[in-house]
């Protein structure tokens, strides 16, 4: 079963824009003025977003006066991990309800 955790992950990662920085983050570290540029969000509406660090999605690097943010790979394993898991055991239960019903 997911924990709290987990789900409260899940609901941060289903807003389309933090999916979307997400994803944009998996290809390349970038600074808060390129999320805004590569999103079109406004800066304000971005920084209300970046929930994903709370979550401990994304790490961030301060560099000068930018800040810089980074995905955090395990992060996004160990959730795919736990939608194989559920997979693996149901995929398990309907084969033992098959021999089961076919006996």
């Known amino acids: 079963m997911m924990t709290s955790v987990d789900t409260d992950l899940m609901r941060i990662l289903a807003d389309p824009l933090r999916l979307r920085i997400v994803a944009l983050l998996a290809r390349e570290t970038l600074c808060t003025t390129h ?6 969000a406004k ?12 979550a401990g999605v994304v790490e961030t690097e301060p560099c000068g006066r930018y ?3 980074r995905l955090r790979p395990e992060v996004i394993e160990a959730l795919a991990g736990h939608f ?3 997979a693996q055991t149901a995929r398990a239960t309907a084969e033992a309800d098959l021999k089961r019903a076919c006996s």
């Open 84 to 86: 194989s898991d559920l």
């Open 43 to 54: 800066q304000t509406n971005l920084s209300n977003h970046m929930r994903v660090r709370e």
């Open 35 to 40: 999320l805004v540029e590569e999103t079109g």
């Open 67 to 69: 800040i810089y943010y």
